[in-house]
């Protein structure tokens, strides 16, 4: 007699009960997520699409890297909050405001007024938190007391 595995049952089983989806009945999709954690490089900023929906367009900037040879990218990021508290509190961070967010990411590809072509990271923002807010100008810097 054979001894018994585990994965013996497995072996012997159809391949059509093996689902790489059997979790789901919705379709698959693919997703492109991105988490930043770093300062907003300017101040939020609400604009209007060419629809007419309003959105709140900002800048993160992150760094890496040893303090000698520090790197920093720029992710330009678009929030279309609904009216109210969320997008009030995102137009009131200031520049230098630590944030952690997350949104959807996807590159466009487009021609420039040169007529070059050019490609773009475009970030759609899902969350967003504060993490640490600017020193305020109103204290006086450490050891000047």
């Known amino acids: 007699m054979r001894a ?6 497995f072996l012997r089983a159809p391949a059509t009960t093996f689902s790489a989806r059997s979790f789901s009945s919705s379709p698959a999709h693919s997703v492109a997520r991105l988490i930043l954690t770093g300062r907003l490089g300017t101040d939020p900023e609400l604009q209007a699409t060419s629809t007419g929906q309003d959105v709140v367009k900002y800048v993160v900037a992150t760094s890496y890297g040893p303090r000698d040879n520090r790197q920093t990218s720029w992710f330009r990021v678009s929030s279309f909050q ?5 997008r009030d509190h995102l137009l009131s961070l200031p520049k230098g405001t630590l944030v952690y967010v997350e949104g959807d990411a996807s590159i466009r590809s487009y021609e ?11 970030v ?3 969350t967003l938190e504060v993490l640490k807010r600017p020193h ?5 810097p ?4």
């Open 4 to 9: 018994f595995t585990p994965l013996r049952p």
């Open 136 to 140: 305020s100008d109103s204290f006086p």
């Open 112 to 122: 420039d007024a040169e007529g070059k072509r050019q490609s773009s990271l475009s």
């Open 124 to 126: 759609v923002q899902r």
């Open 142 to 145: 450490e050891g000047t007391q």
């Open 82 to 86: 609904p009216e109210g508290p969320q």
